[in-house]
């Protein structure tokens, strides 16, 4: 007789393999380095599109499950055809996406069974900046990223808020928006 022994799942995270990646990692610091991929492609005026199938992670090449493709645009009151939200809109799905992730891992660690979590995320943009209005004195990106958290679970407020602490510290979308990242940009002409 087998007997199928479940892997313990927490807010639908494998927290044994969750545990397993990070002891592995401490073991082999070299299976942390991954590099992430996206391929754009102007598709008309203000639209393109960009696909995700490929990354480089625990050293190897990998795919995901099946590409994911995404539209981007502007909206007609901006020039486009409002094929798709604006990059600057994706930015603010990023920030709600990772830091939710980050919020799920870690109460799943803590032992915390999450109930709810929303997000709502806004951003301000002064477009004086990017249309160069503003003789330099306006940047081009946000003024502020502003994310208000629901959440909801078996824990008290002070663990709740914990949590999200310990999301935002942890968050890569977070460190990219708040430090400086180098950006290289190649151009190739045909």
Known sequence: MTTATESPRRNGVDTATLFATIDAVKGQNEIAKFQFRASNTWVSGTHSRSTASDFFGAMQE??????????FDHPEVLVGTDHGPTPVEYLLHAIAACLTAGVANIAAARGVELTKVTSTVTGDIDLLGILGLSDGSVRNGYEQIRVAFTIEGDADEETLRGIVE???RRSAVYDVLVNPTPVAIDVTCA
């Not at 990998?62 to 539209?71: A, P």
């Open 62 to 71: 990998l795919r995901h499950k099946s590409d994911t493709v995404v539209e």
């Open 166 to 168: 310990q999301s935002r």
